[in-house]
């Protein structure tokens, strides 16, 4: 007799769809805080969009679900982490901690749980990893002083994920009759609205008065976030507390988010400034030549010192160099940036406990020139007469980059600059000047001499073997 075989799809259980909504979760997290904890391939990904995530948890649900026993459930689970998650998350004990709580999640009370659980777009990464009895389900409420804290819906999701149940009770007090038309927003979002006559605290003190009695009116509440930067709702924190409601008072300081856990009077600073843009590697390049151009100019001096450097890029892109090193390469230091590139940059330091200093390394810079040709000049530039010139000065400066590099090709964007910066013009004039047709990539595509290839980056030549 055969065996009757059935997937984990099958039996019902909401098992796959807790499991792929949270892996979704722990990635988003990543990202907005620890993006080094993400494969490469996966970090220039906005996790946050909604469209990203839904295509993510659909691939995942379809290939969780085809398998038939949990043990076969973990093994190709663990296979879409390693995919998605960098070598050092791999073997860190915040891994272990994220498959514990996956392994959790087999049990169908947990399941349902998690798979019923608000997803957000942003929230502390620390948070994934909070212990919850989900055998026992209840539900988050909060309460909010509008004149006091008003709350946009981004910061209010956010505060979603500072619970660990569901915020399914939303109450904001106010005086209404002087909100314009708050009312009609809070109301759109979900919120029962409570007005109160003008006076000093009045929100505050019905805020008291209502929220003591919570736990009578909803005995399934298990949490409670009290909003205001208001210090006059101590007691009312403390009357929850005393029955079993675990309070987070919450107030705002411009872009921070504080969140005071009354039970444990652990406190928790949570920045909501939008995270700047990883530049891609070229564009990063160009910003760092830039910064050290611009000292250069300021100074009066070509050695510019490296922490110097760094210094200026955080305090002009709001991101430190290692951040973007580490979202390109990560086995890279921040300085490897500059080692590993020394046809753009020289790096010097005289003893290990010296300084380390930077300048730009210059092709033939006699011949540099920052302001655009005119017709006349143009029509008279004997240096590129053929396709042939062409192709000999590109190859010569391939040859001039790579010299003293580990690699053996080159981004075409830096072929171009290096070109421009070499014979005072662009490689578009000179295909215009030469009715080539076509762009400089095409063009690459024509000869035999180069290879071009498509990284996730940008494109890349390099020379092909005589």
Same mark, same amino acid.
């Given at each position: ?22 892996? +979704? ?47 076969? #459930? ?12 960098? !070598? ?20 169908? @009370?947990? !399941? ?11 929230? %502390?990464?620390?948070? =994934? ?22 709350? @946009? ?10 619970? #660990? ?25 979900? *919120? ?30 298990? &949490? ?23 309070? *987070? ?40 030549? &830039? ?9 009066? +001096? ?19 160099? %290692? ?6 390469? %990560? ?14 940059? $020289? ?12 300048? =730009? ?5 006699? #011949? ?14 004997? $240096? ?30 830096? #072929? ?48 092909? %073997?005589?």
């Amino acid at each position: 007799m055969f065996e009757q075989i059935s997937t984990i799809q099958d039996n019902g259980t909401s098992l796959v769809p807790a499991i792929s909504h949270y892996v +979704c979760r722990t990635l988003v997290n990543f990202h907005y805080q620890y993006p080094h904890w993400i494969n490469p391939r996966y970090r220039q990904i906005p996790w946050q969009q909604a469209e990203y995530q839904s295509s993510l948890i659909r691939q995942l649900n379809q290939g969780l679900s085809q398998v038939r026993h949990p043990e076969a #459930l973990f093994v190709k689970l663990k296979t879409y982490l390693n995919r998605l998650l960098s !070598a050092e998350f791999l073997c860190s004990p915040e891994y272990q901690a994220l498959i514990t709580k996956l392994e959790q999640l087999s049990d169908p @009370d947990i !399941a349902v749980l998690f798979a019923n659980y608000p997803f957000v777009e942003k929230s %502390s990464p620390q948070l =994934l990893f909070n212990g919850i009895n989900s055998r026992e389900i209840g539900i988050s409420i909060l309460l909010l002083d509008v004149e006091n804290l008003p709350l @946009d819906l981004e910061t209010e999701k956010f505060l979603e994920t500072i619970c #660990l149940y569901p915020v399914q009770i939303k109450v904001a007090f106010a005086n209404w009759r002087s909100m314009g038309k708050k009312d009609l927003e809070y109301h759109q979002r979900g *919120y029962q609205l409570i007005h109160v006559p003008p006076g000093k605290d009045s929100a505050d003190l019905k805020m008291s008065t209502v929220g003591s009695s919570i736990f009578v009116h909803y005995p399934t509440a298990k &949490e409670v976030l009290v909003c205001s930067s208001d210090q006059g709702l101590t007691h009312l924190c403390n009357t929850l507390q005393n029955h079993g409601l675990t309070v *987070y008072q919450v107030s705002k300081n411009k872009s921070k988010i504080i969140v005071l856990n009354t039970r444990t009077a652990q406190i928790n600073t949570y920045s909501l400034a939008p995270v700047p843009q990883i530049p891609t590697l070229d564009q990063f390049i160009t910003q760092l030549q &830039e910064i050290i151009k611009i000292e250069q100019k300021r100074s009066h +001096c070509q050695w510019i010192k490296l922490n110097r450097v760094a210094l200026l890029y955080k305090e002009t892109y709001h991101l430190t160099i %290692s951040q973007v090193v580490t979202s390109h390469f %990560s086995d890279y230091q921040a300085r490897d940036i500059f080692i590993k590139n020394p046809h753009l940059f $020289v790096v010097h330091q005289s003893s290990e406990k010296s300084p380390s200093y930077v300048t =730009l390394f210059e092709i033939q810079p006699s #011949l540099t020139q920052t302001t655009a040709l005119t017709e006349a000049e143009f029509s008279q530039l004997p $240096v590129i007469e053929s396709l042939d010139d062409l192709e000999n000065a590109l190859i010569e400066i391939i040859q001039e980059l790579t010299l003293n590099s580990p690699d053996d090709h080159v981004s075409l964007s830096i #072929l171009g600059s290096q070109f421009n910066r070499k014979y005072g013009v662009s490689i578009t004039q000179i295909i215009k000047k030469l009715r080539l047709g076509g762009n400089f990539q095409k063009l690459l595509h024509l000869s035999h001499s180069f290879n071009l290839e498509k990284t996730e980056k940008d494109w890349r030549v390099k020379l092909n %073997s005589p």
